[in-house]
Every structure is written in C-alpha cells, then in structure tokens.
C-alpha cells in the first residue's frame, strides 16, 4: 500500500504488523485440510494526512460477502441491540427505511414488524435468502452508486438509510457514501454504525483488525469520509457493542452538533490526531500475544484441557496471530450450524455445537467474542457446575 484511499497521501505510518493470516471468515471443510491456504499481509496502517487508519485491499469484498458465514441473528445481544434501535426511530405513516448490508434481516424484521415498508441491500446470497424466508424485502447485491440509483428508480429515496458495521467493509469509501448519499432522501438520515478506533487502540482490540476490515474509523476520519460523498456529520453516539463503537447520524446538510464537538476532543487527547496516539500500541499487542500463549501452554503441561467459545472472525485473527493450534485449544464450539463440523482458517481448530462442552467438561474455556462478555458469562455460567473456568483474552489476559 502505497496511498490513502481516503484522500490520497502517500504517508502511511505503521501501527501494528500482524504477519499473514487467511481470510478470517474462510472457515474449511474437512475435506479442505489438504490444500493450500492462501494467507496475506495484516499490517495496519495510518494516513498522516487525513487519519484514515487502513489495511491494503489484498481481497475484494465479493471474496469474503458473496457466500458469507456470519449471520447477526445468532447473537441474542445484537438482535436486542438492533430491536432496540428501530424502536426509538420516529417513523411517521409511509416511511420507507433501507439497510445496507441488511444480513439476514436481523434488524429489519423489526421494521417489517412495525409495518413500515422497507428494503434489505445484502451481497451476500445465502443470508440474503435467510432475510427473505424471514418475511424480509432484500435484494442481493453491493451497494455502489450504480446499485443506489436503481433502488431509487424503482423504490423511491428513503426516509432511513441504516449501515451497520458496513462502513469498514468496503475499499472504495468515496463510492459507498455517494451511494448512501443517493439512497437518502434530502431531508432524510443516514446512520453508522462502526467500531470506534479509540476503543480499539486503548483496549488492546487488535483482534479485530482482520481483511474483510479495510479501514478503521475516528468520528475524525469517519466525518472526512461522509464528506467525501456529500454528506455531513451532525451527530455521533458512543455505543459499547463490540467493544466500543460509534453511531454516526449523517444527513445531505447540517452542522456538527456537541457531541460530534465533544467526540472530537476527546480522540484529540488521546493522540489519535496525530501519531502519538498509535506509538505503543504494537508492544501492547505483543503482550497479549505473550500471556495467551504463556497461559495456553502453561495449561498444557498441567495436563489442563481448554477449549473455545465461539469461532468468529476476530478470534481467527488471535489464533492465527498467537501461533494456536489443536494442541492447545482442543476445539472451539460456535451457535452457527453453518459452522459445525468444519475448521477455523489457518489454526485449523475443529468447531463443533455448543453441547460439547457440557458434554466433555474441560477445565477452561477460551472465549474468542469477547465484545459479548455479559451475555456469554450467563450462557456458560454451567462451566461452573464442574469447576471450570471462562479466559477473556482481551483487553488483558483474565481467568473468570
């Protein structure tokens, strides 16, 4: 990587070397395990002009989103999260409410519920059917200016465009926006939702940084961005999901309000305008990798078993960064039956369903989405029934 896709520059910082890792959501079939795997660079990087923070577009999203293994409704979180959200939309009689990367209309259904007319946009085919069985509107494509311009000559603009964690899937960020900004109407809103990169930096969340994600955002660079493609940052929420996000509210015109002011400053103080805000970050890296393997070896040669919760893209990232393989986490389990039965990419953990560790009781259980701590410390809370233990990797290594 050579240019900010954002503005440009050719002066790109590094903040954290993670090696080659493959593709975190290219989960493998049993058959597979004798092939090649393909892995490619995970380096992030930070535009010194602009503060875009950015991984070099080595896959397309049609790779990763055509046949895609994460589907929202698996989390009993993210659905109230999104139930809650629709809920406190005031939507007047004939609305119309389209979401962008609507996966298996997760959110949407809570529209459809409230009998308001709306439109999934969602490339990925096999969840996109999901959204339809579930009574959802969807059609199965990206959104480009092209795609946007279609929808409105068939649909009409919308009073609501949602974009939740989209806004860091997609390598050309200028043509997404002027795609959102074609699909609301001009008196309309656009929000995003997005992993806030303060959070990241502070927390330690290097595991999210995997290749699907091209770019990471402050309310800084995620207001550059919005302008890019006509439209103007008015109002910004610090949300907790997934460890720390924000919600953008944009629209065609307006001015910044307080809380954009406020989120402002408080990246400034952190460092995030500048570089001193990324220096340090990779040694913190470096520790976590260190203590999850000093524990995971440590368990080991106690004659210990540890295994997984959970086989989301983030934690494909950790293992593949921390050198896991099978002989130090047996297996991880997953809700997604789409999962069972195959392996994580590159470590090559099995997953199974949930039910297995009641069944085999280990002594530690390793949970990979730790962005879901409260709602998975009550799931598992049976870990206990035998003495076993729940390890939160990040944002530092814990034994529950």
């Known amino acids: 990587m050579t240019t900010c896709r954002l503005c440009g520059a050719g002066d790109l910082a590094s ?15 049993a058959a597979q395990l004798d092939e090649p795997e393909v892995t490619y660079p995970l380096h992030l990087r930070v535009c010194t002009a602009c503060w875009l923070t950015q991984l070099p577009p080595l896959i397309t999203p ?67 059917e999901a959204a339809r069985r579930a009574g959802v509107p969807t059609v199965t494509a990206f959104l480009t200016p092209e795609t946007a311009r279609a929808v409105v000559r068939e649909h009409g603009r919308a009073d609501h465009v949602v974009a939740n964690n989209v806004y ?3 390598p050309d960020v200028v043509g997404f926006t002027e795609g959102l900004r074609t699909l609301v109407a001009d008196d309309g809103w656009v929000s995003i939702e997005v992993q ?6 502070e927390r330690n969340q290097y595991d999210t940084i995997y290749h699907e994600h091209f770019q990471y955002y402050t309310v800084a660079s995620a207001q550059r961005a919005l302008a890019s493609g006509g439209l103007t940052l008015v109002d910004v929420e610090l949300l907790p999901t997934h460890g720390g996000s924000i919600r953008l509210w944009a629209r065609p015109e307006g001015t910044p309000g307080q809380r954009v002011r406020d989120a402002l400053a408080l990246e400034k103080a952190a460092g995030l305008h500048d570089l001193s805000g990324y220096l340090g970050f990779a040694a913190r890296v470096a520790k976590v990798r260190r203590d ?19 086989a989301p893209g983030k934690g494909n990232t950790l293992l593949n960064h ?13 809700r997604n039956p789409y999962k069972h039965g195959k392996f994580t990419p590159g470590a090559r953990i099995p997953v199974f369903e949930p039910g297995r560790i009641a069944a085999d009781r280990p002594d530690y259980v390793l949970v990979l989405p730790w962005n879901l701590r409260d709602e998975l410390i009550g799931q598992l809370s049976y870990v206990h029934d035998w003495g076993g233990r729940l390890v939160f990797p990040i944002p530092e290594l814990e034994v529950v």
């Open 168 to 170: 860091a899937h997609i």
């Open 322 to 334: 921390c050198g896991v393989r099978p002989d130090l986490l047996a297996y991880t389990v997953d």
């Open 62 to 128: 049609e790779e990763t989103f055509t046949d895609y293994a994460y589907f929202s409704s698996y989390s009993t979180s993210w659905v109230e999260h999104a139930r809650a959200f629709v809920a406190g939309l005031p939507l007047r009689p004939g609305a119309f409410v389209v979401e962008v990367a609507s996966n298996d209309g997760y959110l949407l259904r809570h529209v459809v519920e409230r009998g308001v007319r709306c439109l999934g946009i969602e490339p990925s085919v096999n969840v996109g």
């Open 292 to 310: 999850l393997l000093g524990f995971l070896v440590g368990a080991a040669e106690a004659g210990k078993i540890v295994v997984g919760y959970g």
């Open 196 to 201: 806030h990169l303060l959070t990241l930096i």
């Open 15 to 29: 903040v954290v070397d993670l090696g080659a890792t493959p593709p975190c959501e290219r989960i493998l079939t």
